[in-house]
T-cell receptor, first 114, second 111 residues
Framework: DQQVKQNSPSLSVQEGRISILNCDYTNSMFDYFLWYKKYPAEGPTFLISISSIKDKNEDGRFTVFLNKSAKHLSLHIVPSQPGDSAVYFC?????????????FGKGTKLSVKP | NAGVTQTPKFRVLKTGQSMTLLCAQDMNHEYMYWYRQDPGMGLRLIHYSVGEGTTAKGEVPDGYNVSRLKKQNFLLGLESAAPSQTSVYFCASNLAGAEQYFGPGTRLTVT
C-alpha cells in the first residue's frame, strides 16, 4: 500500500500564477519530508525539505507547508515560471531512519504555460 | 566536481544476460543508493550502502546484487536479466541526514 501519495498526476498553470502541488501520507512516524524536481532524461534534484517539527519552510519562490494532523503537505511555487515545468516528487523519511529510507510518491507533472 | 556519475547511460540486454552498472561520486559521501523508476511510479529503493564495505537491502532488492569496495563507487549487478528489470536506474549519494544527490540515470531495456 502506498505510504506517500500524490493524487494528481499532472497540473497545468499559467506563467506568473501560483502552482500548488499536494502530497498525502499515511504513516504518522514520518519524520522529515522532501520535494525533488525532475526534468526529462535527468536525475531528480533536491528542491526543499521540512522537518516534522515545523509547519512551513520557505526558500525563494518555493514554500512547503506541512499539516501533520491531516497528514498532508503541499509545495507552493510563486510566481510560476516556464522553467518550473518538470515532474515533482514528494518523499518522506521515517522517524529514526537514515536518508536511505526515502519513500517517494509517484510524482506530479507540472506544466507552466507562457 | 562531477557530482554523481553513472555508466552506462543506455543498455539493451537479452533475457538471461548479466551486466554491472557503475555509480561514482566525488563528494566524499558516506551513503550511496540505487533506485529504479518505472512509468507512473515513484523511485523505489533497490539497495543502499552506509559506508565502504557495507550494503543493505531496500524495498525491491530481488534480482540485484551490489558492492561498495571503494567509498566513491557503488556497483549494481544483474546476474540474469529479466524483462521485468526494464527500467531507468538512478544512483544517489549523501552525507547522513542530508538531501540525496542523484546521477543522470541509466536506461536499461531487457528483451
Amino acid at each position: 500500500d502506498q505510504q506517500v501519495k500524490q493524487n494528481s498526476p499532472s497540473l497545468s498553470v499559467q506563467e506568473g500564477r501560483i502552482s500548488i502541488l499536494n502530497c498525502d501520507y499515511t504513516n504518522s512516524m514520518f519524520d522529515y519530508f522532501l520535494w525533488y524536481k525532475k526534468y526529462p532524461a535527468e536525475g531528480p534534484t533536491f528542491l526543499i525539505s521540512i522537518s516534522s517539527i515545523k509547519d512551513k519552510n520557505e526558500d525563494g519562490r518555493f514554500t512547503v507547508f506541512l499539516n501533520k494532523s491531516a497528514k498532508h503537505l503541499s509545495l507552493h511555487i510563486v510566481p510560476s515560471q516556464p522553467g518550473d515545468s518538470a515532474v515533482y516528487f514528494c518523499a518522506a523519511v521515517p522517524y529514526g531512519g537514515s536518508q536511505g529510507n526515502l519513500i517517494f510518491g509517484k510524482g506530479t507533472k507540472l506544466s507552466v504555460k507562457p | 566536481n562531477a557530482g554523481v556519475t553513472q555508466t552506462p547511460k543506455f543498455r539493451v540486454l537479452k533475457t538471461g544476460q548479466s551486466m554491472t552498472l557503475l555509480c561514482a561520486q566525488d563528494m566524499n559521501h558516506e551513503y550511496m543508493y540505487w533506485y529504479r523508476q518505472d512509468p507512473g511510479m515513484g523511485l523505489r529503493l533497490i539497495h543502499y550502502s552506509v559506508g565502504e564495505g557495507t550494503t543493505a537491502k531496500g524495498e525491491v532488492p530481488d534480482g540485484y546484487n551490489v558492492s561498495r569496495l571503494k567509498k566513491q563507487n557503488f556497483l549494481l549487478g544483474l546476474e540474469s536479466a529479466a524483462p521485468s528489470q526494464t527500467s531507468v536506474y538512478f544512483c544517489a549519494s549523501n552525507l547522513a541526514g542530508a538531501e540525496q544527490y542523484f546521477g543522470p540515470g541509466t536506461r536499461l531495456t531487457v528483451t
